[in-house]
């Protein structure tokens, strides 16, 4: 399968480290998906032009992630500033609410148009500020959505008839909550619905079968990036025609070897220096 990333990015501030690691959920997934097997993924996003922006652009290409597509501007990269507790467990402290994306916001020209139709999947994010471009993008490729927590009926409403899979981080909702969102975002016609809930593992639904996933344990070193890393696996499995059962069981394990090192993919920047450690 061939996926790409589209919206946002980041680089994340370790405080206690004073390290940058790349990350965003849609640049994550692109990447995770590449090394989970995908056929090829690209990404188009904006960037900054500081040490942020060129560590991104050059772990891309390391991670041979076509981003002939990419956008630069003048200004600061996304940037999170994360903390971990005693369990590993990020904790944001602050972020500058995605730099210079969040400015000039991104649009679709018929050559982007064209280059998107070449992959089979297209994954963004609530944080990309992309849906007024969905019912456009729509038309031409399959969607895949990450909505993190933001379950409003109006946001809802917006997104799901234009997507085939949504995700949602759910780790404050009963079970029987999940179960009553998944119907709602179905009911609005997205396929596929797929909610984590932290150390409750992962519900899916799919039509009318609902999947359950448990946790792989593991020794937790950060867990930042283990959603992201759960959903790319997923979707390269599902989309190369992986059972549903065994795409979440490989989707877990994913999840859980990310816990075991710092960033979503690795690449940690000594930050205000030049080079890579």
Known sequence: MKLIGVGDNVVDYYLDRNEIYPGGNALNVAVLSRRHGADKTGYIGILGNDQAAEHITQTLKKEHIDISRIRKGYGENGMARVKLNQDGDRIFVKSNQGGIQKTLRLHFCDDDMKYIKTFDLLHTSVYSLIEDQLPKLSHSIDISFDFSTKSDDSYLAMVCPYIT???????HLAE???DALANKV?????KLVGITRGSEGALFFEGDRKYTQPVVPTDVVDTLGAGDSFLATFLTDYYNGVPMEHALKSSAAAAAKTCTYYG??????????????
């Not at 899979?165 to 780790?171: H, N």
């Open 165 to 171: 899979c949504g995700f949602f981080s759910g780790s």
């Open 176 to 178: 029987d909550e999940c």
């Open 186 to 190: 179905q009911g609005y016609g997205t």
């Open 264 to 277: 979503a993919f690795g690449y940690g920047l000594a930050y205000g220096k030049a080079g890579c450690p």
